[in-house]
């Protein structure tokens, strides 16, 4: 079946979000008179969401009483500058702007909620060219759930088979394999160093955004 749309994840697939959770997080540790930390400390915890993230960079338990204020008011901070100095990773512009000329959908499905994702696309002008943003918020579950992937297809009135979904985690892969689409997984993302993307059972795995240029034409061209 021709390959008809392209969804990504956000965070570390799409967007490198991660200079803004760095930022956060050391700001907070300078507003208590903490020394920083290294930045890949944190880097390497942001797929385990705001909670890793901060126990990270507290050297924190979960179960400790004061980390729950710290976690709300990381969430708090990140409300505020969401998009302070998120980008589309290198080569990721190219890459649009090649999927719109080939007339080719795309769209993004995270698990980032909505009051964070929506801003941020809107800060940067991503709202009024993805065709689709789906949410935790649209859903009953989550990636590694199909049901975004699935609920996107249908908004998109799209075969599942068409679609290649991109991620950086392998809950991005278990998602979209079991919705049917065919997936991406990609080594540039938010991956955590006891990890290995090509043990999640993609259909391809890449380095670099334009690597998915060369994996597109492919595509097209064996329709």
């Not at 719109?100 to 994702?117: H, M, Q, S, Y």
């Not at 009024?128 to 975004?148: F, G, N, T, W, Y």
């Not at 059972?201 to 380095?207: E, F, R, S």
Request: glycine content about 6%; hydrophobic content about 45%.
């Amino acid at each position: 079946m021709r390959l008809r749309a392209v969804l990504f994840d956000m965070d570390g697939t799409l967007l490198d979000t991660a200079p803004d959770f760095i930022a956060i997080c050391q700001g907070m540790l300078a507003d208590r008179g903490f020394p920083a930390v290294a930045d890949k400390l944190i880097r390497d915890e942001i797929s385990g969401g705001a909670k890793a993230m901060v126990s990270a960079a507290f050297a924190m338990s979960p179960n400790e009483p004061e980390f729950e204020a710290l976690r709300l008011e990381f969430l708090e901070r990140y409300q505020q500058d969401c998009a302070v100095h998120t980008a589309l990773f290198e080569g990721m512009p190219e890459l649009l702007a090649d999927l719109e000329k080939a007339r080719l959908i795309w769209g993004v499905v995270t698990n980032k909620p909505v009051r964070f994702a929506q801003p941020i696309m809107e800060r940067l002008g991503l709202d009024q060219r993805s065709a689709v943003l789906i949410c935790p918020d649209h859903v009953s579950k989550s990636k590694p759930d199909p049901e975004p992937l699935l609920l996107a297809c249908k908004m998109l009135d799209l075969d599942p088979a068409s679609v290649l979904f991109v991620g950086d985690d392998l809950r991005d892969i278990e998602s979209g394999r079991d919705a049917g689409t065919k997936t991406a997984a990609v080594r540039y993302g938010y991956i955590h160093p006891h990890d290995n993307p090509d043990h999640w059972g993609a259909d391809v795995v890449v380095d670099h955004p334009l690597e998915l240029r060369r994996v597109l034409d492919n595509a097209l061209c064996s329709c």
